[in-house]
């Protein structure tokens, strides 16, 4: 955990350094035409130190607000309740933001009182589904990202790298999680008809089991019947102690959302293949920037967009020294790949996928015990 802090540490010491009290003025010069005087993240109960997820969002802020001039600053609850949260939303306001970003459902709630208490706020909400906030007021907008691309790339990989018994566990029904796997399917199907290979896949969900213990249990049991890696998509303490059950099976795992190998560093071996990875900095910061330019109205409010790689570089797995352990799969392969995303030559969809029974043994929801 050390080493995590020290990293998350570096990555917010070169954001920690943002001058109060810019003017509006000075933003005009810059070519800015929706003057912004404060940019308030509102993080979940857990330190940010400790929280790469929202980390990235925080870099986001701090990447935008430098290359602006614009003041910056987080705010967070002490409890996990509406009321806390929103507290800390009035701290904002009162103190002078302008627009006010959070990352995920836990800030549901809090949003859909806070956007008809503070109508000339802006609120940005980072993978919270509009469903879950209610009717989007024109100040709210939510930005969501097309997992099932990343997931796609991710499972395409394992079977090119020939893996042929795998597993996706999430960790419940909700689109932040199960598009990953809708893609996973996709990506390994797909993989599995271009080698003719026979593969054996489970899909499941955390939440069809009674308890975390449970699921755990059924994850441990996949790995002991053979099951060679899993895309596990849940949170990190999940995802961690799934990761040990990878080691101890010998087995391998793939991550979502960020670069998870950090919470395989302290084991025999890192047991993360890869992490289905999506570009919140990158979206977070391309976000404030068209509310910079005055893209409110016309893009912004009451919407939602879903940036993918149509979009930009928004989805990818890890290609560092280091992070890269795929050896059939290349990293040629992988840029041929997100190539083919990109252009739209291949296409995901954020439902599961009909597969080729001859090819691939898939054991759905409710069946995978």
Known sequence: MANIKKIIAGLLCAAALCSAGCKENENLQNGIQEPISKIALITDVIELEEDFHTAAVWQGITT???????????????????????????????EGAKVIVCKGTLFSGALAKMQEKYPDIKFIAIDVPEASIGQLAENTHCVLFRQEQAGYMAGY???????????FLGEFEAENYSNYGYGFVQGASDAAAQTNTHIDLT???????????????????????????????????????????????????????????????????NPF???????????????????????????????????????GNYLYLPESEGLWLFEAFTLE??????????????????TMPKVDQELINILLPNEAE
């Open 333 to 350: 392969d992988y840029t041929n790949l997100k190539g083919n995303l990109s252009s739209g030559s291949i296409t995901v969809n954020n």
């Open 64 to 94: 935008c607000g430098d290359a602006n001039n614009i003041e910056y600053a987080r705010y967070r609850p002490e409890q996990a309740t509406v009321d806390a949260i929103c507290a800390q939303f009035d701290s904002a306001v009162a």
């Open 273 to 311: 293949m890869t992490s289905a990875m999506k570009g919140i900095t990158e979206a977070v910061d391309a976000t404030l920037e068209m509310v910079l330019a005055g893209n409110w109205k016309s893009h912004l409010g009451g919407q939602t967009i879903r940036f993918g790689l149509q979009n």
């Open 157 to 167: 990989a394992a079977v090119k790298d020939g893996f042929t018994k795998l597993g």
């Open 203 to 269: 899909f499941s969900y955390a939440s069809d089991y009674s308890s975390t213990e449970d699921a755990l249990a059924q994850l441990d049991a996949w790995y002991a019947a053979g099951t060679e890696i899993v895309m596990v998509s849940a949170n990190d303490s999940f995802v961690k102690s799934a990761a040990e059950l990878a080691v101890k099976n010998f087995r391998y795992i793939i991550g979502t959302n960020i670069d998870q190998s950090y919470l395989g560093s302290n084991f025999d071996y």
